[in-house]
């Protein structure tokens, strides 16, 4: 079974979270959402949702 992440380490990405901190606010709006993810064949995060959505809506 894999180690737990340390308190402290925790408690920083929850202080982050919970205060909107800039930097990471850029990295998930700009990078995160254009780059292409593997895992999604080569798809950015914007297009997969799209994709994944519509069939969803249509079914509804």
């Known amino acids: 079974m894999p180690k ?3 308190e402290k380490f925790r408690q920083d990405v929850v ?3 919970r205060n909107h901190d800039p930097g990471v606010t850029w990295i998930e709006r700009t990078y995160h959402r254009r ?3 593997a895992a999604l064949g ?3 995060l ?3 949702e ?3 959505t519509t069939p969803a ?3 509804a």
Do not use: K, S
């Open 4 to 6: 737990p992440y340390p």
């Open 15 to 17: 202080r982050v979270a």
């Open 35 to 37: 780059r292409r993810q």
């Open 42 to 44: 080569q798809l950015t």
């Open 46 to 48: 914007v297009e997969y």
């Open 50 to 52: 799209t994709v994944m």
């Open 57 to 59: 809506l249509q079914a």
